[in-house]
């Protein structure tokens, strides 16, 4: 789904707010986003069963992230039944303003296996990282590598606007979301690497790094 700073630009460029919507290869759109209700996204309930699961496949409560799975009714040639995603979102609990009656799911968070686990259980997604960094223009994109239980080092693509002043803000909005208790180290670089399957990967875990 589409980040904050990349709707902030498009809205800056052609001046309207995109709109988004959810879908992949396998099972085509699963939700699209509310032009009444920016953030909640209509699950296309009639053509689809999509639910959020823990990590034993049980369902969590409306408003618990966990894992999307769905289930296509159309997909009659080659049924997919709970199919796993990897995606990890939110059902709402509620239904939206507009008055459509399909259920409402939250902007997917990021994929279960870049999520990064900290001391105290804390987890942390590319949406949370991404918080930290979408309100500087001076940086062109970012990738947090995970060195230690609780060390992260983010590498980042810069624009020449970038000032020691910049960093010091980075870290102060850093420690601001994640808390004193992460040690965050701020390393510019040219290129962000892609992932050994060429795509682009926001998140690296500990043991992805160590295997690396």
């Given at each position: 789904?589409?980040?904050?700073?990349?709707r902030?630009?498009?809205?800056?460029?052609?001046?309207v707010?995109?709109?988004?919507?959810?879908?992949?290869?396998?099972?085509?759109?699963l939700?699209?986003?509310?032009?009444?209700?920016?953030?909640?996204?209509?699950?296309?309930?009639?053509?689809?069963?999509?639910?959020?699961?823990?990590?034993r496949?049980?369902r969590?409560p409306d408003?618990?992230?966990?894992?999307?799975?769905?289930?296509?009714?159309?997909?009659?040639?080659?049924?997919?039944?709970?199919?796993?995603?990897?995606d990890?979102?939110a059902?709402?609990?509620?239904?939206?303003?507009?008055?459509?009656?399909?259920?409402?799911?939250?902007?997917?968070?990021?994929?279960?296996?870049?999520?990064i686990?900290?001391?105290?259980g804390?987890?942390?997604?590319?949406?949370?990282?991404?918080a930290?960094?979408?309100?500087?223009?001076?940086?062109?994109?970012?990738?947090?590598?995970?060195?230690?239980?609780d060390?992260?080092?983010?590498?980042?693509?810069?624009?020449p606007?970038?000032?020691?002043?910049t960093?010091?803000?980075?870290?102060a909005?850093?420690?601001?979301?994640?808390?004193?208790?992460?040690?965050?180290?701020?390393?510019?670089?040219?290129?962000?690497?892609?992932?050994?399957?060429g795509?682009?990967?926001?998140?690296?875990?500990?043991?992805?790094?160590?295997?690396?």
């Open positions: 789904t589409t980040s904050e700073r990349c902030r630009l498009v809205q800056e460029a052609f001046g707010r995109p709109l988004d919507v959810y879908a992949t290869m396998e099972t085509g759109p939700a699209w986003e509310c032009p009444e209700s920016p953030g909640d996204y209509h699950l296309n309930d009639d053509v689809q069963l999509l639910e959020i699961v823990d990590d496949g049980r969590v408003g618990e992230t966990g894992e999307v799975v769905i289930t296509p009714l159309t997909a009659l040639a080659h049924p997919l039944f709970r199919y796993r995603l990897g990890l979102a059902r709402r609990t509620y239904r939206c303003r507009c008055g459509r009656g399909l259920a409402l799911m939250g902007q997917v968070e990021g994929r279960i296996t870049e999520i686990r900290i001391g105290g804390r987890a942390l997604n590319s949406a949370l990282l991404g930290c960094f979408s309100d500087y223009k001076e940086i062109r994109r970012w990738q947090a590598h995970q060195t230690g239980p060390t992260l080092r983010i590498l980042l693509m810069t624009t606007a970038w000032t020691e002043q960093r010091d803000a980075v870290l909005t850093t420690r601001g979301l994640l808390g004193d208790g992460l040690r965050v180290d701020l390393v510019r670089v040219e290129e962000v690497p892609l992932a050994p399957n795509k682009f990967q926001t998140m690296v875990p500990l043991a992805q790094e160590t295997a690396g």
